[in-house]
């Protein structure tokens, strides 16, 4: 609309301008001076009147011609190089209209050219007038521009549809550019944070897993930076405080082993209870005592024996109150009556309440003081006994003598006195003699020899000693099982022979009324001990638990001849030679006497 309006303007001044030059043109024509001077073909006249007008309308060019085309007056303005004289026949020739408007170039300006007839006012034609006034340079410029400027539009407009599509091109070009950089630098920007919290996810479970090692070696900026950082420092802390952990569970561990190893290794047996008397654990030596496995969550009852659990109870309770109580007791367990120093103690300290059972068996140390007190007993009646023997053997004797010596009496009742204090003091010397065994063997049994200890093989002294028996067997069988690596002890050969025939012997007399009449006698090593065992079992009616008690102590028979020493000496030798004695039941019925030695004498400090 702009280029048409500036198009449509141009040509309207233009037109503006041909109109002016027509107007002044038909100005100079209505002159009627002119038109006289005209009339009459007064050419200075003409010129006369002309020139002045023309001056008065600033006309570029004009001309006064006559009718036969005679140009009678001329105007040029001034410095005007303008001439259209020869274009003056165009200008008057076949246009009928009286006033005629053109436009015409000369010397490189426009100008708008316009004629008028010149008539009377009857009409008669008198000649004519030509104008020619410039067009504004400027304006022509400015049109010719418009007029480039619309033909450039145009041509731009007829292409417009390429120029649209290579836009489209350019713009879709461009989209894809920037779809693509901003994809790249997304995927740049993403793989930023996606890689860190892909290798945090890794090292999460690697960690998880136990794997306190591991670290996050992805490089990470800004908050992603921060977090890994301090994920590796994590990571690291967790590690050290594990170690850390691992150390004192070890430590504690170490402790609690030692602790084990202290409380397996005591000779006293020690049993911990919960709060409710439950056990929660028990030594070595405790189980030793007791004779069977403790099981852990069972009572004092079912571990001891009602009555012994009895016997311990109120132990419990005065614990309970004055946080520890100790006795002894005779506990009557399954294969023996064990006498046992029992203390308890509270456990008040630490998370939860409980009692520490201590058991210390006095058995062995009260059967050596019932000994010692036996052979003190033995060696003053021995002595007490012994003084007065032997006046009232030499008082028989001489009673003896002197009745032999005696002439030989008539009276019957004389004879009878004489025998019978004959068969008195003959009596009296038997009973004397008796005794004197009895003080002899009390003697033997105070005032033992001690013991010579040489190294001695065991093996040989027990075949010696079955050698013995094979002849007057009655009917026995005897059987040894003897160890065949068995190393030399030190011992008294006499005095060990002295215990295994002992021993023989009351197995023969308690075989001789069983049915199955069958001794073993067995020798082993015992390296852990460093050791010998030496065991008699018989196949006979085995021993009670109350008998086991006092077997070994002096003068304890059975047999109603029985001195009640053998066992009593057989355990005093073994106790000579640093060992242990004791009685077992044999499956299925009989007793099995077992005899530890050592194999290496103690260093006695
Ligand atoms: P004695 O043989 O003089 O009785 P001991 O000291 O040798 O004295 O034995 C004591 C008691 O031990 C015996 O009276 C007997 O009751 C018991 N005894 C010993 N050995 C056995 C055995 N193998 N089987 C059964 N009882 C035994």
């Keep these: 609309n702009v280029r048409d309006d500036a198009v449509s303007i141009v040509r309207q001044v233009l037109r503006d301008r041909e109109e002016r030059a027509r107007e002044f043109a038909r100005l100079v024509a209505e002159n009627p001076a002119l038109q006289q001077k005209l009339a009459r073909g007064d050419a200075a006249g003409a010129e006369q009147v002309f020139s002045p007008l023309a001056e008065h309308l600033r006309l570029d060019w004009a001309a006064v011609v006559d009718n036969r085309a005679q140009v009678l007056a001329l105007h040029r303005a001034e410095g005007s190089q303008v001439d259209f004289l020869p274009q003056l026949p165009q200008l008057l020739g076949p246009q009928a209209a009286i006033a005629y408007t053109t436009a015409e170039e000369m010397g490189g300006m426009r100008f708008a050219v316009a004629r008028v ?32 400027e619309s033909q450039a539009y145009e041509a731009i407009t007829r292409e417009r549809k390429t120029y649209r599509w290579q836009a489209v091109l350019i713009l879709l070009l461009i989209t894809i550019l920037l779809l693509l950089a901003t994809t790249w630098s997304a995927l740049h920007l993403a793989q930023q944070v996606t890689v860190p919290i892909q290798a945090l996810a890794v090292a999460t479970q690697e960690i998880s897993q136990g794997n306190l090692d591991y670290r996050v070696e992805v ?8 977090l890994v950082t301090s994920f590796n420092q994590m990571t690291a802390q967790l590690r050290d405080s594990r170690r850390r952990l691992e150390q004192a569970v070890a430590e504690l561990e170490r402790r609690r082993q030692w602790m084990e190893a202290i409380l397996e290794s005591i000779p006293t047996g020690v049993i911990t209870l919960g709060p409710h008397r439950r056990i929660l654990a028990a030594n070595d030596a405790a189980r030793k005592l007791l004779g069977r496995p403790v099981a852990e969550g069972s009572s004092l009852s079912e571990l001891l024996g009602r009555e012994a659990a009895e016997a311990c109870g109120e132990l419990f309770a005065r614990a309970g109150q004055m946080g520890f109580a100790a006795a002894e007791r005779e506990l009557h367990l399954e294969h023996r009556i064990a006498h046992v120093a029992v203390s308890v103690s509270a456990l008040r300290a630490g998370p939860g309440e409980g009692y520490v059972l201590v058991l210390d068996d006095l058995t062995d140390l009260l059967k050596a003081q019932k000994a010692a007190a036996w052979q003190e007993v033995a060696q003053r009646i021995a002595h007490e006994i012994k003084n007065p023997l032997t006046p009232i053997q030499l008082s028989a004797d001489r009673i003896r003598r002197y009745l032999e010596r005696l002439p030989a009496a008539d009276a019957r009742e004389d004879d009878r006195y004489r025998q019978l204090i004959a068969r008195c003091a003959s009596l009296i010397g038997q009973e004397v003699h008796g005794l004197k065994l009895l003080v002899d063997e009390f003697s ?17 002294i027990v075949q010696d000693a079955l050698a013995l028996y094979a002849d007057s067997a009655n009917g026995i069988q005897f059987r040894s099982e003897l160890a065949g690596d068995l190393p030399a002890v030190p011992a008294d050969a006499a005095l060990l022979r002295r215990v295994l025939l002992n021993l023989l012997e009351n197995a023969a007399e308690a075989v001789a009324r069983a049915e199955r009449k069958e001794i073993v006698v067995r020798t082993r090593y015992l390296a852990s001990q460093k050791a010998i065992e030496l065991s008699v079992t018989d196949s006979g009616p085995g021993i009670s638990a109350e008998d086991k008690e006092r077997l070994f102590l002096p003068f304890f028979s059975t047999k109603p001849e029985g001195m009640g020493l053998g066992l009593a000496i057989v355990s005093r030798i073994v106790a000579e030679h640093h060992g242990r004695i004791h009685v077992e039941d044999n499956r299925p019925s009989g007793a099995r006497f077992v005899v530890e030695l050592p194999v290496e004498a103690p260093v006695l400090t």
């Design 219 to 226: 490089p990470a900026r800004d908050e992603l930076g921060n």
């Design 117 to 148: 007839r010149v008539e009377t006012s009857g009409g008669k034609p008198l000649g004519a007038v030509v104008v020619a006034q410039a067009l504004p340079r400027e304006l022509l410029a400015k049109a010719a521009d418009i007029e480039s």
């Design 444 to 460: 033997r049994f105070a005032r033992f020899p001690a013991a010579q200890p040489v190294p001695t093989q065991l093996n040989e």
